[in-house]
């Protein structure tokens, strides 16, 4: 058997610990199924006092990263730590100017600097992979980069951030309002350190232009992703887009289109029956569409020590089993940078409104869509009793393209009948 | 960029023509992302004059497909012609004998002669590759073998004959019974030559047995898979089932236990709202439960050219990227004859019964059951109007022995009771 692939672990936080417990659990059954035994020979953390759920002893401890990425024992170089910048991002180039494999789990890092880590590994014959920096378990970057490589990729869809599901779906579950979840998902657990990279889309968008670059071969471009967090998602939206057969999700969207490249990860109602409507709680789901495979749905856990581990330990494995890919499934120097789509493809639309109780309120709301270019496919007034004497609209329209609903809802308040902002939503098509 | 990567293929229906079409349309992309061209050079079909929907004429043509299997001009075998026996194995031996790289969707084949195949083509340091002979375009083989390598696999379970699916959504959906849609599914052209083949159950068994291989380590061993097809599920049982929760569908199981390697591919009971519950017409799903990544759903088209040509082309795009595993994730000599388990593990189970109207009718059945070790989760005795005086009787049992099934079923009849016989169905829990 061949010598053994030798890692240097940056990170024993929860991914790095799941990734030391596999490879004590499994160093057989890991060592049969790549040829060639794996094993850890230093690791790296902030803090080498803190108690650790894993026997660390046989490892080399290094106090600083970079140091660990150089090591002539290391031949592949784990980042486990996180952040866009400072160590994970030096001990990364370390890791590369020293001929060392990456594999890392690290969505903020690739997402601002993919770009020129993958064409420093590419120059100096190292490959960077990045499996579990995207929907946890899910295996959506090999899926995409190998199983569908013969695919011209049509739309990439998913729900990437488990704890905005995790609210969303606890919110329509108990009725509750969004700030009422929130607390409870922090109190959970759930949430990063600054909730906002959660619950304003900023990691889900990370990992969604990592997969754009994939699927159409365009250099990252995070800044370019239209994001929308998940703050503004009332209750009623919640309630009564069930009422009309949706559900609201955070959602991403990538598609290629004639004018340019559109990546979106905002809240979009989805059909309840869709695998998207019905995914629950903190799992995460990413549809993945070709022009010769159709639609493949995958659905796993989206986080985790084990979940994570196992996907940092797939790329290990792949690279003890010799495959060696561009970091992005094309060569770095030939991905091309991509042209923002300046508006969103057009798509049917949830509107909510609550209109004042006067005489041809209604017909002023279908005028100011109508003037829009908008057609109107559901529309059902709730008079809610008990209430005040206005009317809440609930609108679906045709499809409508963006630039068109911004018009009518900014000509909604010259009717005179609206109390308060119209609330509108893109519907997916799934 | 190096020499094109050559290949012979071996068949032109559905699949093979599929793979001509996306070779043609997208030679570039595929070229850009293998780092390689890939192009074919001859193919071979039985018959030459046949109209076909693409432009073949740059081919050479070989009339005899094990001539093409050990052309000098070819590196890359690809048998996409079916069959266990016959020109699809010789062929198949020819390309391994003549050091030529495999790629198969032939799920007979290697469900049958796998061991075999597999021993050959390592000794001969080929490559034999088969991601389209398991669940059409959904990249099972790619998951189980690669991204959840570090994993010691649980169970895998899933819907992977269309076909079958196809009939029993269609009953369920339109109240249908078996034979009527049978009929409409025949003359759709969705049924093999032998219809057996997809409604016995055959052909799904076939990919379940690789899937077992793999999953497990050890050696394929179709024979040992307790097989059912859907012939016998009536109307009635779906409709029942549905009123209870549950869906059925053909199911195909695996896992290892410690009576040994249990294989299944039967009608089974699954709760309504589970992916698989929810899963209708030709789609497959395959759920794969792993130790550290836990559940991962997988949904798509089982079946098709564009699916099945996207599978057969991501082997071929792997083998011009340089990546060479084992057939089944393993060094075919170091995997282990399957023990087959003697029983199934234990699990819910769904009973329908007709009781004649007599005193104390149930409580002989709940008898039976008690006596047997079965404990009752839920009943219901539906009495229907306008139909004899019998009640129908349905039980969903706690978890119970096949065995101990078995025995409360030999014993019904002994109460006088029962009109007819009980039906008994397995419910999985998912």
């Known amino acids: 058997m061949p010598a053994p692939l030798r890692l240097g672990l940056a990170g024993l936080g929860t991914v790095g610990i799941g990734v030391v417990k596999i490879l004590q659990r499994h160093a057989d059954l890991i060592a049969a199924r790549t040829g060639r035994p794996i094993v850890i020979t230093a690791v790296s953390a902030r803090d080498r006092s803190k108690n650790r759920d894993a026997e660390l002893s046989s490892y080399t401890w290094e106090t600083d990263p970079i140091a660990l990425a150089k090591r002539n024992d290391v031949d592949v ?34 997402a601002h600097h993919g770009q020129a880590l993958a064409e420093a590994a590419e120059a100096a014959g190292c490959v960077i992979r990045f499996e579990a920096a995207v929907a946890g378990g899910i295996p959506v970057i ?7 490589a013969a695919n011209q990729i049509q739309r990439v869809m998913g729900v990437m951030n488990g704890t905005c599901n995790y609210i969303l779906t606890r919110m329509q579950n108990a009725g509750l309002p969004y700030e009422t979840v929130l607390k409870e998902a922090q109190q959970l657990g759930y949430l990063e ?5 959660d619950v304003g889309g900023i990691d889900a968008g990370h990992k969604l232009s990592l997969l754009a670059s994939i699927a159409f071969g365009t250099r990252v471009s995070f800044d370019a992703v239209e994001l929308e967090g998940i703050g503004k998602v009332s209750i009623d939206d919640i309630r009564m887009a069930n009422d009309m057969g949706y559900h609201i999700k955070l959602l991403g969207v990538v598609q ?80 091309v940078p991509a042209i923002p789509a300046k508006s969103a493809t057009p798509a049917p639309y949830y509107m909510r409104m609550k209109l004042l109780d006067k005489p041809g309120a209604l017909a002023k709301v279908a005028a100011c869509l109508g003037e829009a270019g908008i057609s109107i496919n559901q529309m059902r007034q709730l008079n809610q009793p008990g209430e005040d004497n206005n009317a809440i609209v609930l609108i679906v329209t045709h499809k409508a393209a963006p630039a068109d609903v911004s018009h009518a809802l900014a000509a909604f308040p010259g009717t005179g009948v609206l109390k308060g902002a119209a609330v509108a939503i893109r519907i997916e098509e799934v």
Chains 1, 2 share one sequence.
């Not at 400072?86 to 370390?94: Q, V």
């Not at 350190?193 to 990279?197: C, F, H, Y």
């Open 256 to 335: 290629m289109t004639g004018r340019g490249l559109e990546q979106r990860m905002t809240p979009c109602l989805v059909p309840a029956d869709s695998p998207l409507g019905q995914l629950q709680g903190g799992t995460n789901m990413i549809v993945l569409e070709g022009d010769s495979v159709g639609q493949i749905v995958m659905r796993g856990p989206g986080a985790g020590e084990g979940p994570t581990s196992s996907a940092v330990m797939s790329d290990v494995m792949d690279i003890a089993r010799g495959l060696r890919l561009p970091t992005f499934g094309l060569p770095a120097t030939s991905l």
């Open 142 to 148: 090999k899926v995409l980069t190998e199983a569908l």
């Open 77 to 110: 170089f784990v980042e486990v730590m996180g952040g866009a910048e400072g160590a994970a991002k030096l001990a990364t180039e370390a890791a590369i100017a020293s001929g060392k494999d990456v594999v890392t789990a690290n969505k903020a890092l690739l």
């Open 193 to 197: 350190a600054d909730p906002n990279l």
